[in-house]
Structures are given as structure tokens and as C-alpha cells.
């Protein structure tokens, strides 16, 4: 078999779960096809002089053959994509990963590839639960929200989500984003705490709430014209290897959550846990949210997503 060589892109420091289980599939590949195969790993493109979203096209046009992108990226051209960030639904990860991996996951495969046919969706990684800091004061309800100009996704979706808890939601790139909390002309914005604590957003926003409102979800992509043409052996090795990092990179999500709630210094943040009234007024402040995506997305999607 001549020489392969894989190219896996992402946009974190080296440390980050993403960047890790990026690592891990090289590692299951080269368990697989042995130790002459060519796995590079560029962890950030952002260094390179490319935008976060040059992860997908570059995929696309096959000069990385993997990377990782949250789903929300494709909101624009896939409305249903908004079926995985609907908020306060996907509490428990275990039963939110075997819908990804179902029936739910495969309607947004579906869609997704069909917008971008030059792409493969292998899995749906765990992009963290999302929580909300800011500089400005403790969060503990929705009226708590209002005024805090917080940054948010390329969403319009994620944008009514957080109009309807007060907040004045500015959609940014992640590099404007980091720029501007470090001038403070962002009050706040919402991230997994391994984004909150290696994007160093806890040195210039003292509050964080564990609302854990939204569980990003994470495609794993391949150049889809690379896949179908690797002989049988290749594409069933990638199938294992993918299947094996997408297991590690869900332990991963989980261990850091419990991990990084100990390395935040009292002293500089305060960690908001809401109690289940606090809770309920956020969850009762964005019901109207799910039964407009109704309308959008179909119902049969949305009651796949809260089954």
C-alpha cells in the first residue's frame, strides 16, 4: 500500500479535548495502518492566517482531510442544525449522545451533507455544556441578563434564545470575541468552561452560572471524495479509528467539566450553581423558543430531540 497521509485541522491550543481527541484518531490510525502513515495534526489554523470557519472549506476542497466544527456553523444554509441547541433539553450526556448517534443525528447528517455534499459526517463530538460569565454581576435568574452585552455564535437562533433572557446578544468571531473581553467592551458571553478557562475568560469576568443552558455538539468531518476513495481496508480503518477518538472525546468532555470547576480561584470568580427554582425561570423564560422552532424545523425533529 503506497504511503497515506492525513491532515486533521482544528483551532485550539494543543491542550484543548478537541485538539486531544484529534491526536487520539491519529493514534488509532497509525495503531491500524501501521507507523508509515503521515498524520499531521495543525491544532490551530487561527496561527496559520486562516479564520476558524476556513476549517470547513478547507476540508471541503481536501487540503485537511478531518477537522471539527460545531454544527452551529451551518445554521445559516441548515435551519434544523438549531434541533441540537435547543436549550435545557439535553441535560443528561449519555441519553443526548445516544440521540446524536440515532435518529436525531442522522437527520442532521443528512441535511448537513446535503448542503455540503464534499463532506462526511463520521460522529458528532461533545463540544461542552455551555454556561454564562460575565463582568458585570452574579447571574441567578433571566432579569439578572438584562443589559449584559454577551457575545454569541453566528446564530440566529442562539441570538433569540439570549434576547429572550435580557441580554443584548453581538454575534463575533472567536478572535474579536477574546479582544474584546480583554478591553471590556464585552460584558459577557457563554462557553464550556474548557473554552471559559483556556480562552482565559475567567481573568475579566468574575461571574460564572452553571446554567448549562446549551450542549454544543461538534461534527467530526472528512473530505468526503478522499473517503470513498481509500481502498476497503483504509475506509474501515478510519471508521474504527473515528468511532475509538469520538469515545475518548466524550470522556474527555466530562472528566474536564469536573476537572476544571476545581481550578477556578475563589478569590478572583465566583461560581453560581442555581437551585432548581432559579433554574425553572430560565427554562420557563425560553419555552416559547422551542414551540416557535416548531413552526421552523417540523415537529417530528423537535419531539426526537425531547423524547
Not at 491500524?32 to 492566517?49: A, C, F, K, N, P
Request: aromatic residues 10%; contains cysteine.
Amino acid at each position: 500500500m503506497a504511503e497515506l497521509s492525513f491532515r486533521f485541522g482544528g483551532y485550539q491550543n494543543p491542550t484543548s479535548i478537541l485538539n486531544r481527541s484529534g491526536a487520539a484518531l491519529g493514534a488509532a490510525l497509525t495503531a491500524r495502518l501501521g507507523e508509515d502513515i503521515d498524520y499531521v495534526l495543525d491544532g490551530d489554523i487561527t496561527q496559520l492566517g486562516h479564520k476558524t470557519g476556513d476549517l470547513i472549506t478547507l476540508t471541503e476542497s481536501g487540503d485537511l482531510t478531518f477537522c471539527y466544527m460545531s454544527t452551529n456553523y451551518f445554521s445559516s444554509d441548515v435551519p434544523l442544525v438549531s434541533v441540537l441547541d435547543l436549550p435545557f433539553i439535553y441535560n443528561d450526556r449519555d441519553k443526548a449522545h445516544a440521540k446524536f448517534d440515532g435518529a436525531l443525528g442522522d437527520r442532521v447528517r443528512e441535511e448537513i451533507e446535503g448542503a455540503h455534499p464534499k463532506l462526511k459526517i463520521l460522529h458528532f463530538w461533545d463540544n461542552g455544556y455551555r454556561h454564562f460569565s460575565n463582568r458585570i454581576r452574579p447571574i441567578r435568574e433571566p432579569k439578572d441578563c438584562e443589559g449584559i452585552r454577551t457575545r454569541t455564535l453566528p446564530s440566529e437562533f442562539q441570538g433569540r434564545i439570549y434576547r429572550r433572557l435580557g441580554f443584548e446578544p453581538v454575534m463575533m468571531n472567536i478572535k474579536q470575541f477574546i479582544a474584546e473581553i480583554e478591553t471590556g467592551d464585552l460584558d459577557g458571553q457563554d462557553n464550556p468552561l474548557t473554552n471559559i478557562y483556556h480562552f482565559n475568560v475567567h481573568k475579566y469576568h468574575r461571574y460564572i452560572t452553571l446554567t448549562g443552558h446549551i450542549l454544543g455538539v461538534c461534527g467530526l468531518y472528512v473530505n468526503r471524495g478522499l473517503y470513498e476513495g481509500w481502498p476497503d481496508e483504509v475506509r474501515d480503518a478510519v471508521d474504527a479509528a473515528a468511532l475509538e477518538a469520538t469515545q475518548i472525546q466524550r470522556a474527555l468532555a466530562a472528566e474536564e467539566d469536573i476537572e476544571l470547576l476545581k481550578k477556578f480561584d475563589p478569590a478572583e470568580n465566583e461560581i453560581i450553581h442555581l437551585s432548581e427554582a432559579e433554574r425553572q425561570k430560565f427554562i420557563d423564560a425560553v419555552a416559547p423558543i422551542i414551540d416557535e422552532q416548531r413552526a421552523i424545523i417540523g415537529d417530528e425533529l423537535v419531539d426526537l430531540a425531547l423524547s
